[in-house]
């Protein structure tokens, strides 16, 4: 066939309804009219391969409809995205399709039976008998890749979560301070405490704590080997004496009974997470129970991504993301954690728009892409390390980088008034 792959993929998108230049270009209500007539089209009967070829439709199968989400889901089997071969502006609709499925998916039709499915969903939760699944394979999904390749990704402070964009013209490094900055003013924080950095990451926030507070006492937990290797050498070469950096899992890590916290913060942590209610009492139990702070109570703070009314879970069976980044995880919804006051009481909630989260993916698939040839070049050689062909450090790359694209799509659905970033005030319980 005379023609190229990328050329083959734009042709025609959804049996050929429209050509894929015009769909990028919709807006949110032209796609959602779109969708509409799509699923009346897909009452009709199915054509067959025959019939395909002779109208000159040469696309594979999962840019096909009818279709399963499984299907669509960019599946690691499917070559194609893990060699950066179909192009952004396919893959964007076809993150757009998938979300606008997601939400046909977790709407039962009425508010009473939303409100029933997240009653038994909260249920559910409640009955786990461990606080997270898949943590090994999260870990690794996320936490254990190159912290050379990451730093090639994301801004200068290694701020693996969203950040915040005030005025929308911020770049990386500004909305990173930015976004670090709310968390000190909304968790109250101040010199001289303890603080516990709940599920640390590269330790964008704990380093950060420990350049801004100077004599509070800076603790990090990380299921990650590899991120306290990182976060010890940087504080080392800042001289940073305030910060102990401790791999465990918080399933099954617990401190000791004269280690207690005056501020806990967990960014980005509890997406991970499955039986909240295990998880409050035991953050709880961290806490002092007289709190030297300038607010006179132990305070936690918790950053997660969201949903605005109904939380799921990423299943094995949803496909390509579930598989490769979210394995065992949860979509919160913003109401979520208030059903979990036991131990601890919520005070204040803030919701930031999607957009912020789409800005900042947007920002780590511009430097990717910019260190394009020496994020390649690490992934390999981080590949062969672990006795593996080079060729899967190259599908790594395009695997994160699809990664970034499906995040800054997803969270930019309908103007960011759908997911976004909930941040979350509790105090402990007298």
Known sequence: MDCTLGELYTRRFYDGEKALSGVFQMTDEQLEQREIAL??????????????????????????????????????????????????????????????????????????????????????????????DDVDKANK????????????????????????????????AQAEELMLESYCEKAKLCDGIDILDLGCGWGSL?????????????????????????????????????????????????????????????IEMFEHMKNYEVLMKKVASWLKPNSKAASGEALVFIHIFLHKTTPYDFEEGDGWM???????????????????????????????????????SEHWLQLQDANRAAAIAELERDAKAQGFDASEGRKAYYRFRTFFLAVAVFFAMHHGEEWGVGHFLFVGRK
């Open 39 to 132: 699923a009346a089209a897909a009452q009709r009967p199915r054509e067959t391969p025959e019939d395909k070829v002779s109208r000159g439709f040469p696309g594979p199968d999962i840019l096909q409809r009818p279709h399963p989400r499984s299907q669509l889901l960019l599946p690691n089997s499917q070559p194609d995205v893990l060699q950066g071969a179909i192009p952004d502006f396919l893959l964007r609709p076809i993150v757009r399709a998938l979300s606008e499925q997601r939400l046909r998916e977790i709407n039962h039709g009425s508010l009473e039976a939303n409100h029933e499915s997240k009653m038994r969903w909260i249920e559910k939760v409640r009955a786990r008998d461990v606080i997270a």
């Open 322 to 360: 579930a598989q490769n980044f979210f394995s065992g995880g949860t979509m919160p919804s913003l109401d979520l954690l208030s059903y979990f006051q036991t131990d601890l009481k919520l005070q204040r909630t803030w919701f930031i728009n999607g957009r912020h989260y789409a800005q900042t």
């Open 206 to 266: 704990s380093l950060f704590l420990a350049e801004k507070y100077p004599n509070a006492r800076i603790t990090a937990l990380s299921n990650s080997a590899t991120q306290k290797v990182h976060i010890d050498s940087v504080a080392k070469h800042k001289g940073f004496k305030n910060l102990t950096v401790i791999t465990g899992d918080v399933n099954t890590y617990e401190f000791e009974e004269s280690t207690r916290f005056d501020r806990i913060l967990s």
């Open 141 to 172: 999904q996320h936490y254990e890749v190159s912290t050379e390749f990451m730093k090639l990704c994301v801004g200068p402070r290694m701020k693996y979560s969203s950040c915040l964009y005030p005025t929308g013209k911020e770049t990386i």
